[in-house]
């Protein structure tokens, strides 16, 4: 997929329909254990449109090499992509793919007429992939042309595994020492307005990435903040934000 025709899918992301076209944008995940790469592909699975339909896990090193090729593309009864239409297929270990099945795997991404939502893993961190994984061709290029956003490495996996339980000691560990040098800078300087400075100085980045990701469309914002719309209006407002347009 181009990178052109992939910014129409995001500038379009909250028109009818267009839920689905962004969520079927592959994901890579990478650099951390299995559980740790089922459980976000789970919960991401889970939080998307195609969360009604199945979640298929495909453990590429659990089926022997010869096999393979009828899990993922053939059998009539077991293949992975048929199973999970309209949901979520998780190929974990890429990389165990012969030459001749990845060029087949990323014609299949490149089409994907069966609307499934693929996430890609690999225990190794995606620069070591690369450069050492023996990766045919049009996978290696498939790899390199995906975007920031689509690429989940240790950090940004257990920073959603926190999420998915509650738990926000994780951020609140990164933003301590930042916070607490302006906090007492405020209060040396005789600050009357710390807690309004320091949630805006939060809130503001917060809400001005959530509406680049949805297009800049305020609705679709305000559902994942979770907030109602008015709110976000008056923060948008208030922060001066600019709204993004789609492209």
Request: charged residues 25%; aromatic residues 6%.
């Amino acid at each position: 997929m181009s990178r052109q025709h992939d910014m129409r899918h995001e500038a379009n992301f909250v028109t009818r329909g267009e839920a689905q076209s962004s969520a079927l944008r592959t994901l890579l995940l990478y650099g951390t254990s299995g559980i740790e790469r089922r459980e976000v592909a789970r919960h991401l699975h889970d939080h998307s449109p195609y969360a009604a339909g199945n979640f298929v896990e495909a453990h590429l090193r659990a089926v022997p090499r010869g096999l393979r090729a009828d899990r993922l593309f053939d059998s009539p009864e077991k293949n992975w992509i048929k199973q999970a239409q309209g949901g979520t297929l998780l190929i974990d270990e890429v990389d165990c793919l012969c030459p001749a099945l990845q060029k087949r795997f990323v014609d299949f991404l490149t089409h994907n007429d069966a609307r499934v939502r693929v996430i890609v893993a690999t225990r190794y961190e995606r620069s070591v992939l690369l450069q050492h994984g023996d990766l045919e061709e049009s996978l290696y290029h498939w790899l390199t042309s995906l975007e920031a956003s689509q690429c989940l490495g240790p950090e940004r996996i257990r920073a959603i595994r926190l999420l998915s339980k509650g738990e926000s000691l994780g951020l609140s560990a990164l933003l301590e020492p930042v916070m607490r040098r302006y906090i007492t800078a405020g209060l040396e300087a005789g600050e009357q307005n710390l807690h309004a400075h320091i949630v805006g100085a939060v809130e503001r980045p917060l809400i001005s990435m959530v509406l680049s990701h949805a297009g800049g469309n305020q609705l679709r914002a305000a559902e994942l903040l979770g907030i109602n719309r008015n709110t976000l209006r008056k923060r948008i407002r208030d922060f001066a934000i600019v709204i993004p347009k789609g492209e």
